[in-house]
């Protein structure tokens, strides 16, 4: 069963966020715990990890503002 990427929410007011840029590319082998994209939110940016091991299926787009929860990609 795929495992959802989901936009996290990186500090308490945080709303919404924007992939800055796709670490790894679509179809490639992800371990847990590597980071996938860089996030910019509230000023800062930060790398978010993988959540599970396998095949990478990328959904959002580098640039895009996506709120909290959104749905980013797939791990399978």
Known sequence: MAVE??????????QE???????????????????LF????DKST???EAPASGTLKIAAQTGETYEVGTVLGYIE
Do not use: C, H, Y
């Open 5 to 14: 990427i989901l936009l996290p929410k990186i500090g308490f007011s945080m």
């Open 46 to 48: 930060n790398e978010v």
């Open 17 to 35: 966020g924007q992939i800055a840029e796709w670490l790894v590319k679509d179809g490639d082998q992800v371990t847990e715990g590597q980071p």
């Open 38 to 41: 860089s996030l910019e939110a």
